[in-house]
């Protein structure tokens, strides 16, 4: 029964049995433009990439690469609400998977991030995933859902995070867990 219903939750038959840290990256100080993790093993059934960021630039997004992939070989699904709207959307191909949306132009309310990246290793289909984000930004703050899909059947062996304009800020960090299935 329980591994019914996580199967419906995570579109996987394998039930999570434990989450293992593999890497951090906090970006340096004056700001990054990227962050990376490299040298993923092939030993979990999915990852996930937990983090806060901050960006001086409104209205950005916080995005991802696989392997060095900048190819419009992306799909993207969201829904968005900021408290006074809401919206819902598509993106065509893309090059880049989006994983957060920084509302305002302040470096004061970090975004909070939890993305999942489904059966990283299967060269059998092409890797989806699913993430979470959201900040309170002083009371005019927003939450954001996606689904995203990489047109590509590669093993997942680096991520690349990067913010769509501006740099990453001094006190933004991630982290990438491993989930090991039963």
């Known amino acids: 029964m329980i591994g019914a219903l996580v199967a419906g939750i995570t579109g996987s038959a394998t039930v999570p049995t434990s989450y293992e840290s593999i ?24 990852l996930q990439i937990r983090g806060m ?5 409104a209205g950005t997004t916080l995005n991802i690469q696989f392997n060095g992939d900048t190819g419009a070989n992306y799909k993207n699904h969201y829904i968005y609400g900021s408290g006074a709207a809401a919206s819902a959307g598509v993106g065509g191909s893309t090059t880049t998977v989006q994983i957060g949306y920084k509302n305002s132009n302040t470096n004061t309310y970090p975004d909070a991030i939890v993305a999942d990246i489904l059966d990283y290793s299967n060269t059998n289909k092409y890797t989806t995933g699913r993430s979470l984000d959201g900040s309170d930004e002083n009371g005019s703050g927003h939450v954001e859902m996606q689904s995203s899909l990489w047109l590509n059947t590669a093993a997942i062996t680096s991520i690349k ?9 001094q006190y933004s960090n991630f982290a990438l867990y491993g989930i090991k299935a039963a």
């Open 23 to 46: 890497a951090t990256a906090n970006a340096a100080s004056g700001g990054s433009s990227y962050l990376e993790f490299t040298s993923i093993p092939s030993t979990y059934a999915h």
């Open 53 to 57: 960021w901050l960006n001086s630039v």
């Open 161 to 169: 995070i990067f913010a769509g304009s501006g740099n990453i800020s």
